[in-house]
């Protein structure tokens, strides 16, 4: 049950997402943006105050789940699509690199300050920090806001159009639609990943600092492979060298579940974090240079929803390792992801000579 609750933002997202990326085409994503982080944190708020008075918690946290995912899913398209607005579209490449500089370096940053604070409060107290960061992050919006130039929207009545309407042009698009059909590896991923920490625990032999040390490579891949992107830019936003960085991460991560040294295990997660990086990143600035300006945060928001696919992947990838055998799933996931690049890569020749 508590599983099911910490994973209803994550479910519940991809459904909000389209939602959001209508309104960042229609209103001021800086607004929109800082309307739903602010919503998000006073949502945290009741939570911190339903879990440390202990009023239904169950029912309660699990409604105010549903609520962070609804608004969670409505920000990511016009939080991605500022970058456009701040940095234009001839230093996307560049835009999409620092932002995923920024999230491998918070995601390595957040269980270790976590695991300090946990021994100085309690998991209940805890709660208290997520409304306070989701404030200050609040008021740091409102600089935005007030020195950003004014957004570029276009009034033409397409912000009009349903959802359906926007994802038959993403979809009949000869650019958008190959990437988006690969965007779909991302739950396929999503399959590997509860796979992780029990082949670290029951054949690594790994637990605590051991399993800290080898996990702890997925961070540092992400921060190398962000640097990467940052030096090199938009060259490495071309179909092939996107397949290319998708097929060697498929295999990379493969080899992790067949070897029994926990230090090649460490660098295989390492290799095989700084491609799916590079390959993230690239899918952003591609679909945000080759999407019309008035559909530019729909078409963003499909690809999230491929994000918010993780956790069914998480889900799949639980049942499949206790049915099947961990080997024999990622083997599986493996073998989908490298054969979907390749079908797009040899059929899709607008795909093949892409490059912004």
Do not use: H
């Not at 990326?21 to 309307?35: E, I």
């Not at 230093?91 to 999409?96: M, P, R, S, T, V």
């Amino acid at each position: 049950m508590v599983g099911l609750i910490a994973s209803l933002p994550i479910l519940i997202s991809p459904f909000a997402a389209p939602i959001g990326g209508k309104m960042a085409d229609k209103y001021s994503r800086k607004l929109v943006l800082f309307s739903a982080r602010f919503i998000t944190s006073s949502v945290f708020i009741l939570m911190s105050i339903v879990v440390n008075f202990d009023i239904s918690p169950i029912l309660l946290v699990g409604i105010l789940s549903i609520i962070l995912g609804i608004f969670g899913g409505i920000e990511g398209p016009s939080g991605r699509n500022m970058i456009v607005d701040i940095l234009g579209r001839e230093k996307i490449a560049q835009g999409n690199a620092w932002a995923e500089l920024a999230n491998g370096i918070i995601n390595a940053l957040v269980p270790a300050v976590s695991a300090i604070l946990l021994t100085i409060f309690t998991v209940n107290q805890m709660f208290w920090s997520l409304p306070i960061i989701g404030y200050l992050s609040s008021m740091l919006l409102i600089i935005l806001i007030i020195y950003l130039p004014k957004q570029k929207v276009i009034d033409d009545g397409s912000s009009n159009t349903s959802i359906k309407e926007s994802l038959n042009y993403a979809l009949n698009d000869q650019y958008l639609r190959p990437v988006l059909i690969l965007g779909m590896s991302l739950m396929i991923w999503g399959i590997t990943q509860p796979l992780i920490p029990v082949y670290c625990r029951d054949v690594l032999g790994l637990t605590g600092t051991g399993y800290s040390l080898v996990t702890s490579a997925n961070f540092v891949g992400a921060i190398f492979g962000s640097f990467i992107l940052i030096a090199f830019g938009a060259k490495l936003a071309k179909g092939t060298l996107m397949t290319v960085c998708m097929v060697i991460f498929s295999f990379t991560l493969f080899l992790f579940f067949v070897v029994k040294d926990p230090i090649v295990a460490g660098f295989l997660l390492f290799f095989s974090n700084i491609f799916i990086t590079i390959w993230i990143a690239s899918i952003f600035s591609t679909l945000q240079t080759f999407s019309e300006e008035k559909f530019m945060g729909r078409v963003i928001s499909f690809f999230m929803m491929m994000f918010g696919l993780v956790g069914v992947g998480f889900i799949v990838g639980g049942y499949l390792g206790d049915t099947i055998g961990i080997t024999e799933t990622v083997a599986i996931s493996s073998f989908v992801i490298i054969t979907l690049n390749l079908i797009v890569i040899f059929l899709s020749k607008p795909y093949r000579q892409m490059k912004i």
